[in-house]
């Protein structure tokens, strides 16, 4: 059994080690990773990133605080399965549906600049992408903590990962008061994998522990191999084990926009809108492989005395059997996400106040952000925001961004748990979400005339 708890957890870690898009990022002038939030928001100098290390952006939510994962004991930390953690701690902060997303985006090439006008601005990028995602729901936990037989339904996992290209293009008007923004992506599909059991039915009785799954798992990958094996029934099966994947390139293609816009409601006032990663990938019959898990597993081993169980058998998750089915082209949106901002300026623009709002359509739940972010730039290459990020109905996390761009280079940096409570592996607990963005490049060209007003802009 202590492998099945195994498989559970390291399906949740996998999301946190995973863990795109920074809110503390969405008000900093200075940097050039803002307008992957909004393609209307443009720095105010063109730029060429350093490849690699030009935009790495990590990102975690959900509706489960770390905490209720990890708990210390006896100098220790230790996962909510220990048995040095008694059943009624470990169940009180999980949820009915328990979800964890994660996204990484890594910008390989990237650089803009502005036209001749100084205020039209084009860029492209080429980012490697990915997310994941999982659900599980509290029946599950409340097994593996008190032994307890029942119905558990919609276990669920998805991952995706692709490259990108993208190009965007934005433009004034109304005299300049107002900024539209376009981004137009191509999409090449690495991986799409989902994972899915409705019906994972427990059973015990005196002497056996059974489960009846009703479950379907497809993945598209190219390069990935199942090696099959006749049944008692004679239909092919495969186990997670069975499993071989060696890329050999896309296994799908797909098309995607970024739309965004700017407008100044008064000098200083200014409201913003942007929809991001609207498109789909469509996912190659060829390289799609598709299963169905619909079977009875039993396991004898177990020792129950005076209701509890004292023995456990050993289960693991690779046990279970995938009948082979036919496989078929299929077509995934992505995971849209919605930003709504706005921002009053203050002192000539040495200073801002900011709050956004943030939605992000997860496949199992959307999960949404409010963000309060207060932005200093005391002077023209130094700029400093602190942010406050709500998260749902589940607490709040503050957020520190800094921007250098002395002229001969721009470095970004911008995390939310600088100020966390974390473990000495700096794993953040009592929150429920993490962000962390990174970003260098070297400035190019002449500063934009994008809102020339007050003191200063942004990077000379």
């Not at 210390?72 to 979800?99: Q, Y």
């Not at 990935?224 to 069975?242: I, M, R, S």
């Amino acid at each position: 059994m202590k492998q099945l708890y195994t498989a559970i957890l390291a399906t949740l870690l996998y999301t946190i080690g995973a863990a795109a898009q920074n809110p503390t990022a969405y008000f900093m002038e200075g940097s050039t990773l803002r307008s992957q939030l909004n393609p209307a928001l443009a720095p105010q100098r063109g730029y060429v990133n350093i490849p690699g290390l030009g935009a790495i952006d990590i990102s975690i939510s959900g509706n489960i605080a770390l905490d209720r994962i990890f708990y210390p004991r006896d100098g220790k930390l230790v996962t909510l399965i220990d048995p040095a953690v008694s059943a009624s701690d470990a169940l009180s902060g999980i949820k009915e549906k328990n979800l964890l997303g994660s996204d990484i985006r890594m910008n390989i090439i990237g650089f803009g600049a502005y036209t001749k006008n100084g205020k039209n601005f084009w860029s492209f990028d080429l980012n490697l992408r990915g997310n994941a995602e999982i659900n599980v729901p509290y029946a599950l936990f409340d097994f593996i903590k008190n032994g307890e037989e029942g119905s558990v339904s919609n276990i669920g996992q998805q991952n995706n990962a692709y490259l990108e290209a993208a190009f965007s293009y934005s433009f004034p008007l109304l005299d300049d008061r107002l900024y539209i923004g376009v981004r137009g992506k191509f999409l090449a599909g690495i991986v799409h994998s989902n994972l899915k059991f409705d019906r994972f039915d427990i059973t015990m009785q005196e002497d056996r522990w059974a489960v009846d799954t009703d479950g379907t798992l497809d993945i598209s990958a190219a390069g990935l191999e199942a090696t099959t094996e006749l049944n008692d029934e004679g239909v092919p099966v495969y186990k997670f084990d069975d499993l071989n994947f060696t890329p050999k390139g896309p296994a799908g293609y797909g098309f995607a926009v970024d739309l965004g816009a700017t407008y100044d409601i008064l000098p200083d006032l200014q409201a913003s809108l942007a929809v991001n990663d609207l498109g789909f990938i469509g996912w190659s019959r060829s390289s799609t492989l598709s299963g169905r898990s619909a079977k009875n597993l039993e396991f004898t081993g177990v020792t129950i005395s005076g209701g509890e169980m004292e023995a456990q058998p050993d289960f693991n998750l690779d046990v279970l059997e995938f009948q082979k089915q036919e496989p078929q082209s299929h077509t995934k949106m992505l995971h849209a996400s919605i930003n709504a901002g706005l921002e009053y300026k203050l002192w000539q623009n040495r200073a801002s106040v900011g709050l956004l709002y943030s939605a992000r359509f997860w496949a199992f739940k959307t999960l949404h952000n409010i963000t309060g972010a207060v932005n200093f730039r005391p002077i023209d290459w130094f700029h400093l925001t602190g942010s406050y990020s709500v998260i749902g109905n589940r607490g709040g996390a503050f957020g520190l961004a800094l921007n250098l761009c002395p002229g001969w280079i721009n470095f970004f940096v911008a995390t939310d748990i600088l100020t966390a409570k974390h473990t000495p592996q700096w794993i953040p607990i009592r929150q429920s979400s993490m962000n962390v963005t990174l970003g260098l490049g070297v400035p190019i060209g002449k500063r934009g005339n994008r809102n020339c007003r007050g003191y200063l802009d942004c990077c000379r």
